[in-house]
Antibody
């Protein structure tokens, strides 16, 4: 079965760039009908959908982060990544990667999640 | 962007009773592509329901979803201690962003 695992720094300084990676095991990021998604959760807050990269390279970012965000994929490593520039304390959150499988009707939604990685933005 | 509003914010229920959580969308959700997730403290969310009413793999039949258009409901029958948690709805239809509701907490009465 597909499993996801986030990795990256737990602490980033304000104005710097946050880079996180999600490693996929038990499946391939190039598998048809898959959208590889990032979700975050600020302390004490709800879930915030950030964006995705699909199996064919299509990306979509939530409008509030679009100007600072890049989601990319590395098929050879079976990983996808999040890069968020110019971070502030407002970006402090637990970041989750998740799989959105669209190969059925109805699609499954976010059916596989990583365990989450806490990121603090602080000097 | 579709806005999802969940209610109530907190629901106090006794074990063995029934809980009903509402999720209202600001516009019609195409295909009724609404999912429900459960989240416990310190854990990642878990998919419960997709397509408004289909249970995800391994989810007990005490959990059910219904609704269409702009109004969706998650029903939890015969609440067990493990069910006291946060619940989120999400739409994933038509155009992204595929937003979440703000969450509803089910607590022990």
């Amino acid at each position: 079965q597909v499993q996801l695992r986030e990795s990256g720094p737990g602490l980033v300084k304000p104005s710097q760039t946050l880079s996180l990676t999600c490693t996929v095991s038990g499946g391939f990021i190039s598998s048809a009908h898959h959208q590889w998604t990032w979700v975050r959760q600020r302390p004490g807050q709800g879930l915030e959908w950030i964006g995705y990269i699909s199996y064919d390279g299509e990306t979509f970012y939530t409008p509030s982060l679009q100007s600072r965000l890049l989601i990319s994929a590395d098929e050879s490593a079976n990983q996808f990544s999040l890069t968020l520039r110019s971070v502030t304390a407002h970006d402090t959150a637990v970041y989750y990667c998740a799989r959105d499988f669209r190969g059925t009707v109805p699609p499954h939604g976010l059916d596989v999640w990583g365990q989450g990685i806490p990121v603090t933005v602080s000097s | 962007e579709i806005v999802l509003t969940q209610s109530p914010g907190t629901l106090s229920v006794s074990p063995g009773e029934r809980a009903a959580l509402s999720c209202r969308a600001s516009e019609t959700v195409f295909g009724n592509y609404v999912a429900w997730y459960q989240q416990k403290p310190g854990q990642a969310p878990r998919l419960l329901i997709y397509g408004a009413s289909t249970r995800a793999a391994g989810i007990p039949d005490r959990f059910s979803g219904r609704g269409a258009g702009t109004q969706f409901t998650l029903i939890i029958n015969r609440l067990e201690p493990d069910d006291f948690a946060l619940y989120y709805c999400q739409h994933y239809s038509s155009s992204p962003p595929w937003t979440f509701g703000q969450g509803s907490k089910v607590e022990i009465k």
